[in-house]
């Protein structure tokens, strides 16, 4: 390990005053050549100055160490070379990083934050890139807080250990969280006094409380997500503590595994269209559940409920729901033409739910929903139907055999295979909606190990979560890739 230099504000970073007829204020500048950089107290800056910390800076910090300031904090990692904060003893965490400059915004790209967390006080904040990985207790700690302030979050990764929340963000009228990865995350995103905001295209799973907390908000869109395993529920919409919320569109979400998948409490209300439904133990609960007495509201609309352990929607008696064009594996549900049926998915069991070419949930939803990309009437459920599906055939064997490596993965990862067939191996890479994703081979296409590099869809976004179908023959199977 190198050598560590404490830092002295002087003698270590570089500074560059810009002046103006009114203020001075200087651009304080950490940077890879001065790496490591070691803080072992609070490191404040009282006045307006900007924090610069440039690619490739590597910032240790002592136990309970914190970084405040009353300028903005710009980070300008890149993908190769991003940003680190880590804690000084692995597994003990440092501190946080607070930021309170109303008006202005903090940018924040490709940084690894280690057993840390950022607090943001009338702050915008923009991120992209970033990583949290914690692996300390953080109490009751969220590993994001941003209070009222826009938000705009994307390509972005949460791994933690069960302890404290993912992003909080409180009295918001711009908040964007998209293609971003949480594990073991409680209440992953959760949103206070919100107004607007747009969760979509996230993976969330494994978290020991809510996927999505939505306290007091109005006009959200939750779009895209997959939620997996939540110990409590999916999405929550509305709260005993700080109030109902309104007007919510929950639309082409897979939510598995959960205790409910999505509840709407304490007069809520909103719309659940195109979802997917599975192995959850309820999959809709309406409730009123503070003794006001006042119930909440679901129109639920083309989503499929497959193996609920109790009931796929279920209401209390001050609330209403309405329910059309559903399928249901168990029952024929309540409302107008809903059915009963086997949704025929690609590969549930690798939570691939595709529909197959004769699932009864193809062209089946409700004519006065938009069309699908073919034109044809809604299908039912969180996808649409896509002629590239799964056949079954004398490969199967070999197929159940390969293996994708690493995942996640960065640019490239490899499919490695036991015994290379003679016959052409097809590769088809998709996102979550079934959207084809740009590819290239980088070697012998029958070799044991493929390499596949994912070509991006744009300079600054990634595709966060990738489905990879691999045929031979008329034998197929989907994984499920995670894009750093």
Known sequence: MGKYKYILIISLLFLIISVSCTKTYAAIIFNKLGSPYHLTEDYIITNHDTIIIEKGTIIVMSQNVNMITNGVIIINGIKEDPVIFKP???GIGWGLIEINCPGKTSHLNHAFFIDGTILSWYCDISMDGVTF?????????????VRVASVNIINSFVYSNNTGE???????ESVLIKNCYFSQAPDAIELTNIIGGNISHNWIEYNYDDGID???????????????NSTDRGIEIGSENNGSSENILVKRNVIIGCNVGIIFKENSYGQVINNTFYKNINGVRCIEDN?????????????IFSQSTMADVSFDNNST???????SDQLVLNGENNQIGDPLFVNPNDWIFLLQENSPCINTGNPQLPKDPDNSISDIGAFFYNTDTTFIGEFQELV?????????FKDVFSILLNNPPNIKISIRLATLAGESIPFEILNNHNSNEILIKVKPRSIIESYQVIICNI???????SWKLVQK
Request: aromatic content about 8%; glycine content about 6%.
């Open 321 to 327: 729901t309405i329910v059309n064009y559903c399928l």
């Open 88 to 90: 000084e003893v692995q």
């Open 291 to 303: 003794g006001t007495k006042d119930g909440s509201f679901a129109k639920i609309e083309n989503c």
């Open 133 to 145: 990985q914690n692996n300390h207790a953080l109490g009751t700690m969220p590993i994001l807080f």
């Open 166 to 172: 993912g992003f909080q963000l409180l009295n918001s």
């Open 400 to 408: 159940e055999s390969i293996r994708l490596f690493p995942n996640p």
């Open 214 to 228: 939505l306290n007091n908000c109005s006009n959200t869109l939750i779009d895209s997500n997959y939620i997996i």
């Open 471 to 477: 045929s031979i023959g008329k034998d197929s199977r």
